[in-house]
């Protein structure tokens, strides 16, 4: 079996060096369990801190580009075009994946196929304090555009077969991954939950989901609707007094 860990990369120099020793533990340990790690990075010309932290690591990387991109969407999907595993995900450099986690998905995947699998995301601050355990349960179609669209995308894999067949992400700046697991269900792709924590996803005010622009919300709303939400349901109600009141305050 082999893996492939999609890395976009863009000025974040305080939290992409503990990233990449995640990544090189990894490594250690897909060898332990027979398993190939595949590690793709995509850097948007980040200033000079890191460039030095790239080089240092270069030894991980099967593919280290250093170009422009449009945009997180972009690198991923430049990524996605190069994947050599049957499965594939992308880490953000703030973020990491368990290594007890990503051992539960590879166990699963080595009796079951399945076109998504994923599992439960511990959510920590910018210095690694743990903030909290975070699960989007079983969801579906449904509930995700009429109820509740918590996704769990960090430390999930996706299955490269499947996913040649519905295409790249979208170019949303915010809730890419959201329309792509949509499109997955829309798609009646086989999607498999753990229950194990796969991923630490860092939670801070600089980042995206910590900065509280409406246009995550907004981008959250548009999809919803394009792929049946309602405009009377729980979520689209939720959504619309979320974004006012980050509008006003």
Known sequence: MRLSIIIPSYNQFQFIEATLKNIAELKELAKEIGVELEVILFDNQ????????????????????????????????KGITL???????????????????????????????????????????EYGNSLSMNT????????????????????SFFKTKFTKEIGLLSAYKFAFDYEYILRILKNNGNVVKINAVVAQFRYYTLSKSGSRNPQFLIEQQQIAKKYGGSRFSRLNILLTLRIIKRKLF
């Open 136 to 155: 989007s349960g079983h969801f579906s179609l449904y509930s995700l555009t009429h109820q509740d669209a918590s996704i769990s995308q960090p430390g």
């Open 83 to 125: 994947v050599t595993g049957d499965y594939w995900t992308w880490l953000n450099t703030d973020d990491l994946i368990d290594k007890k986690g990503i051992t539960e998905i590879i166990t699963c995947l080595k009796t079951s196929k399945p076109d998504y699998i994923y599992g439960d995301i511990e959510t920590i601050d």
């Open 46 to 77: 980040s200033n000079q801190p890191v460039q030095d932290i790239l080089k240092k690591y270069s030894h991980l990387f099967d593919v280290l580009k250093i170009e422009p991109d449009k945009g997180q969407y972009d690198a991923i999907n």
